[in-house]
């Protein structure tokens, strides 16, 4: 068995092409928009707790729908070439699939989401854990403002062009500032593998 290094070491890796076309991102958002969405929740309460997923307004105010992968097989195809990539060069992390359905979000004015981590203490105990999140921009940047992914690292922010993806560590501290006008339309990811060591 070979194994192989990253290129580099990083741990936000931002897209130099798009990931999607615009019409695979007009496909996406149809698929996104036809399942069932509702309020997004946020992680709340220990591990057991019956209802640890609520709404937290002053969290996070987003609409959620999820691609299941039979409907979105292409897309996750697309993707998760992608994903394998940027994780050979850039974050060398074992064992890397997709364990989770694609979340549409809809962030409408006034959306946003504050400062958070996608992974928990208590997936270390799970057979596999999110590594690796994406976020892949639907919507062109003149649809609206605001609305800016930040992510707490060294660097500079990214500002993502349509179907263009950044790929970055679950375990980053990271944030969607409100958004002042219009509707901002996102496809997010996460990648998981055996536990960190």
Request: with cysteine; aromatic share 10%.
């Amino acid at each position: 068995m070979i194994l192989l290094e990253p290129r580099w070491k990083s741990y936000v890796v931002e897209t130099t092409a798009p990931v999607l076309t615009p019409q695979q991102c007009d496909e996406v958002i149809k698929m996104g928009q036809a399942q069932p969405s509702r309020d997004a929740g946020v992680y709340m309460g220990k591990p057991g707790d019956k209802k640890r997923d609520g709404i937290n307004k002053k969290t996070r105010i987003t609409k959620i729908s999820w691609i299941p992968f039979d409907l979105g097989k292409h897309m996750y195809t697309i993707i998760e070439r992608w994903m394998l990539n940027t994780n050979v060069n850039h974050f060398g992390f074992d064992g890397m699939q997709i364990n989770e359905h694609a979340q549409y979000t809809e962030y409408l004015k006034g959306g946003f989401y504050d400062w958070h981590m996608d992974t928990s203490a208590e997936m270390s105990a799970m057979p596999t854990v999110r590594k690796i999140s994406m976020t892949l921009l639907l919507s062109d940047p003149k649809d609206f403002t605001g609305g800016d992914l930040e992510i707490l690292t060294e660097g500079k922010q990214p500002k993502l062009k349509r179907g263009q993806a950044i790929f970055f560590a679950s375990f980053l501290r990271h944030r969607v500032k409100p958004v002042l006008k219009g509707n901002r339309k996102s496809l997010v990811m996460w990648f998981g593998g055996p536990p960190l060591r």
